[in-house]
């Protein structure tokens, strides 16, 4: 009986953390397309770009 009860106990506990991860990963899907409608990813490749040049000593 006292078995059972922390069977069902660990599955609830499971399912919480399955419905928590994938709220995060919609979360983060989310903010990702709004980053990309934003325009966000043309920011990341500039300063990309301005790192590299620095680092081979053009820029």
Do not use: P
């Not at 078995?3 to 399955?18: D, L, P």
């Not at 983060?28 to 590299?52: E, P, S, T, W």
């Amino acid at each position: 009986m006292v078995m059972k009860k922390e069977t069902a106990k660990k599955q609830n506990n499971i399912s919480a953390v399955n419905w928590i991860r994938g709220g995060i990963l919609a979360a983060a899907a989310v903010l990702l397309v709004l980053g990309i409608f934003q325009g966000g990813h043309i920011d990341v490749r500039n300063k990309a770009i301005r790192i590299c040049y620095e680092c081979i000593g053009i820029g």
